[in-house]
């Protein structure tokens, strides 16, 4: 998403965006599919109609394959946030994005529960994954320093953190039950709980 002064998508930007996305989902599909570790890195290029060369100048291993789609929602979160400003408070624009970005991505759900799954069987994948949850922080705490200019930074580092962690309490929460509420719910629980103890 552009606004006004950014520069409009050139055609080179656009082809190297759509090639980015196509074998992303390619390789999501497959994983899904066969499994991670059963999916080769050949496949995945043959379905998405590269050459293995062309799959490394897009991704360095299949790993952030699966890293990609958990930084789309990173980007939605910081939408979110710039849409949401009128909501009041930071910390409540922050958790008016987060709401609507798990109202947004509830069709998903059954993907990210089983995205969350492939994570979960390499150490290596988790321990980056968890390393995500550091940038949803930064990403809420540099939208809202743009949104607060005059605010004292210290405290929009501190909502931000804040702000966020309602979020992954609900999505460990959800993946712990494997989904048996919608994450919406565990979320709402979450942010009532937030707003009761602080």
């Not at 606004?3 to 759509?18: C, F, V």
Request: aromatic residues 6%; charged residues 25%; contains cysteine.
């Amino acid at each position: 998403m552009h606004d006004a002064t950014s520069k409009p998508e050139g055609l080179r930007e656009q082809k190297r965006r759509l090639t980015f996305q196509r074998i992303a989902d390619v390789g999501m599909k497959s994983f899904l599919a066969k499994g991670y570790q059963e999916t080769t890195i050949d496949e995945i290029a043959a379905a998405a109609g590269i050459s293995r060369r062309t799959f490394f100048y897009y991704f360095r291993s299949k790993d952030d394959i699966l890293l990609a789609h958990q930084r789309r929602y990173m980007d939605a979160l910081r939408t979110g946030i710039m849409e949401n400003a009128s909501a009041g408070r930071p910390l409540e624009v922050v958790h008016q994005a987060t709401l609507g970005l798990v109202a947004r991505i509830e069709a998903e759900a059954p993907r990210l529960l089983e995205t969350a799954k492939l994570l979960r069987q390499s150490e290596t994948l988790h321990a980056r994954s968890r390393g995500n949850s550091l940038q949803l922080e930064q990403i809420a705490y540099q939208a809202l320093c743009e949104l607060f200019p005059t605010r004292d930074r210290d405290g929009l580092q501190l909502v931000s953190m804040i702000g966020v962690s309602p979020l992954r309490l609900s999505v460990n929460k959800w993946l712990q039950e494997n989904g048996r509420l919608p994450l919406i719910k565990y979320l709402e629980d979450a942010l009532a709980k937030c707003r009761t103890e602080i």
